[in-house]
Nanobody
Framework: QVQLVESGGGSVQAGGSLRLSCVVS????????MGWFRQAPGEEREGVAA????????YYADSVKGRFSISRDNAKNTLYLQMNSLQPDDASTYYC????????????????????WGQGTQVTVSS
């Protein structure tokens, strides 16, 4: 059974940085397309960033381009999201998500693309 476990959330002041991690177990991590999503109370879950199985392609929401960076270490079964210049609008619960290769990764930032999800990690940004 595939499990995704996020960590690294916390509270920062505006302009600060955090790095989120997501460890994947139960299957061959390198076979998974991965994404980061976030969801604030009362809002839809939105795609933040996504990465190809090999790391060769990445995608970002316009709202985070130039500030966030997604990466993966297939030797460590770990996905990362480096978040810089955080703003109060970035405050949310962040989730990692996975789709095994063979599935359709046509819309990397769509929550409907992924079928495995972590439990989320909270990010708070104070102004």
């Amino acid at each position: 059974q595939v499990q995704l476990v996020e960590s690294g959330g916390g509270s920062v002041q505006a302009g600060g940085s955090l790095r989120l991690s997501c460890v994947v177990s139960g299957d061959t991590y390198s076979a998974y397309y991965m994404g980061w999503f976030r969801q604030a109370p009362g809002e839809e879950r939105e795609g933040v960033a996504a990465i190809h199985t090999t790391g060769s392609r990445t995608y970002y929401a316009d709202s985070v381009k130039g500030r966030f960076s997604i990466s993966r270490d297939n030797a460590k079964n770990t996905l990362y999201l480096q978040m810089n210049s955080l703003q109060p609008d970035d405050a949310s619960t962040y989730y990692c998500a996975g789709l095994r290769s063979g599935g359709y990764w046509y819309f990397p930032l769509s929550r409907r693309t992924y079928n495995y999800w972590g439990q989320g990690t909270q990010v708070t940004v104070s102004s």
